[in-house]
């Protein structure tokens, strides 16, 4: 049997000159096809984008030098008594208010943690999830002269301590007890921080979603200190935790965009065969959020990222280790305080 396309008898004489009008046909299905598959890929596209978990957690590259010691009084997580009641706490304070104190509270900019106490030894302890090298490094990247790509030091993880500095939730922030749990159910959620420690690596600043009304789809979600805590609480209930009832507020800084356009990885973009007009896009947009500025060239920054995400409304995000282009939609940027119920036994979050 002939196959398709070959030239069979009463195909002869007409190859050469004639035969482009024969095959035109089979090019022009062969282009809308991928068309339809390419629409059909971006129509199928799961918002929000799902975070991209990993096998293990990375050394930091030397490059990446935090300003403050992560986690400097670490300790491991206690095995506790089966029949222990550990009392669990709600803390809140403003970001970075060992330094500013409540300068950023009065924005409603705050970090979240939980605490824990055992009742039959008494001792106090904090669990906190953040960044390794400070917010700024995890939201922008560093452009070095020696690297094509941008340099990313974006990395978040969980750290606990004993103790509860109290002064410190409760000066400018919040100290309140939300739950009781049984020892087992402690031991249950330690082995369940460690899984999730090791897994999700890198800390994601914006909520991205397509308007600031009630219902409107959300592109990406962030993964940052409140997530954290929610996703415990989350676990915490499912090992049979009992929240009270009262309520409990979290920061959310979102951008606002229409439909995002993926653009590629790495590799794709600012390798050897990658596409140069969108690296130096990219690389562009990036420079104003240069670090330690001085204040001449801080105020043009601003100027810049003034008229590149507000007069021409473009934003390049990374996340999953991807970009994506955001074209930005009013009102651009918002930091909100918003109320997000304590779980229950019967009722669990969801896109956490």
Known sequence: MAQAGSAGPGNRGLRGAGAAPERAPWSWTLALLWLAAAAGTRSRRQWPVPYRRFSFRPEPDPYCQAKYTFCPASSPMPVMKGDDVIEVFRLQAPVWE????????????????????????????????????????????????EMNAPFWCN????????????????????????????????????????????????????????????????????????????????????????????????????????????LGNETSIFGPTGNKTLALAIKRFYYPFKPHLPTKEFLLSLLQIFDAVIIHRQFYLFYNFEYWFLPMKFPFIKITYEEIPLPNKNKTFSSL
């Not at 009630?214 to 935790?241: I, Q």
């Open 98 to 145: 060992f330094k500013y104190g409540d300068l950023l509270g009065h924005l409603k900019i705050m970090h979240d943690a939980i605490g824990f106490r055992s009742t039959l030894t008494g001792k106090n302890y904090t669990m906190e999830w953040y960044e390794l090298f400070q917010l700024g490094n995890c939201t922008f990247p560093h452009l070095r002269p």
């Open 155 to 262: 990395q978040g993880a969980a750290c606990f301590f004993e103790g509860i500095d109290d002064i410190h939730w409760k000066e400018n922030g919040t100290l309140v007890l939300v739950a009781t749990i049984s020892g087992n159910a402690f031991n249950k959620m330690a082995k369940w921080v460690k899984r999730d420690n090791e897994t999700g690596i890198y800390y994601e600043t914006w909520t991205v979603q397509a308007s600031p009304e009630k219902g409107a789809e959300t592109w990406f979600e962030s993964y940052d200190c409140s997530k954290f805590v929610l996703r415990t609480y989350e676990k915490l209930a499912e090992f049979g935790a009992e929240f009270k009832k009262i309520e409990t507020n979290y920061t959310r800084i979102f951008l606002y965009s229409g439909e995002p356009t993926y």
